[in-house]
């Protein structure tokens, strides 16, 4: 867990990138939350391309979701440097999370298919300090991934926010 002044990365998939699968068009990775407080999501971090070299363009759309509506999105775009750290991507308008309310997180690319770096090992439960409160965040599979993400393994491996 990491504190940059009001920003907190909440990391629900610890770890190096082990491994990787297709997305592109139509393939969505997706992961459920809920948080012990009220907090206000910045954006996440994905992966890049697994097992390429650097300067890939990656391109696509984020959501936050309550329900089936879409509370804020963002178009994404950057270029992966065929390391394997986190290129974080920031909602224009960031969400809200109330305590206890379950919302989904959705990523879709619509660059050329590929195979994206992912990991496995996903905590279905993690607590981090936020202005000296501890939030506990709880994961769950979301009915919106079609690609194989869930609370085991993504492409989602943290989440943005402040308290």
């Known amino acids: 867990t990491t504190t ?3 920003t907190v990365f909440v990391v629900r998939l610890p770890g190096t990138p082990k491994g990787g699968w297709r997305v592109g068009p139509g393939r969505v990775d997706a992961i459920e ?3 012990s407080k009220d907090i206000h999501i910045h954006g996440i971090s994905m992966f890049g391309v697994y097992n390429r070299y650097g300067g890939y363009n990656h391109t696509g759309l984020m959501e936050m979701k309550e329900g089936g509506s879409v509370l ?3 178009n994404f775009q950057y270029t992966s440097d ?6 974080d991507q920031i ?3 960031q969400g809200y999370a109330r305590a206890g309310v379950k919302y989904t997180l ?13 990991n496995s ?5 993690t607590s981090v300090i936020c202005n000296g409160a501890t939030i506990t965040f709880k994961f769950t599979a979301s009915s919106d991934s079609n ?3 869930g609370v085991s393994g993504g492409q989602i491996p943290r989440i943005i926010f402040a308290c």
Do not use: C, H
């Open 91 to 93: 909602f224009a308008k």
């Open 33 to 35: 939350f809920t948080s």
């Open 147 to 149: 690609n194989g993400s």
């Open 106 to 118: 959705t990523v879709e690319y619509s660059s050329t298919p590929n195979i994206w770096a992912r």
């Open 72 to 74: 804020t999105s963002q």
């Open 121 to 125: 090992g996903g905590l279905a439960s």
């Open 82 to 87: 065929g390391g394997k750290g986190y290129y």
């Open 4 to 6: 940059t002044a009001d």
